[in-house]
């Protein structure tokens, strides 16, 4: 079952079930997912869809982390609601044993020695780990082994 299918049945059980919060957020996750392929005119693999997710879990967080400063924490609360329905539809996100090693392996690959190879390395890693580890973490590895 792809994963567009897989959202489109939670949806239907959180309607059967009432629960409103989860039903919005899928529904809005959704309608991301439909205006993309409006745009490109295509229908999107899992890749992709996954893409979206994480985007909009960042987006969340950041969101979060806004609302807590401004002092609204009710809506910060919503914004975390709404990530954890979200991450459901993420992969298992990678143990740092797991990322040191693509991260090596992407740097022995790549043949990288310096900062100025950075976005061969990112190229690399970027499929392997989307959706799966925090790429601004991941960003600041690569900087530290490199530099």
Do not use: C, W
């Not at 229908?43 to 909009?56: F, P």
């Amino acid at each position: 079952m792809s994963l567009k299918e897989q959202l489109s049945e939670q949806q239907k059980i959180a309607m059967r079930a009432k629960d409103k919060a989860r039903l919005g957020t899928l529904r809005m996750l959704l309608a991301e997912i439909k205006q993309k392929e409006i745009d490109s005119h295509e229908s999107l693999t899992d890749e992709a869809i996954v893409t979206i997710v994480t985007k909009m879990v960042k987006q969340r967080k950041d969101a979060a982390s806004i609302y807590d400063e401004a002092g609204r924490k009710e809506l910060a609360d919503g914004e975390r609601q709404e990530i954890v329905v979200l991450q459901e539809f993420l992969p298992q996100p990678l143990s740092a044993d797991e990322l040191e090693t693509l991260l090596t392996a992407a740097i022995a690959d790549t043949g990288a020695n310096g900062m100025q190879d950075m976005g061969k390395v990112m190229a690399v890693l970027k499929p392997q780990i989307q959706g799966r580890a925090d790429m601004g973490k991941v960003s600041a590895s690569i900087k530290a082994k490199l530099a």
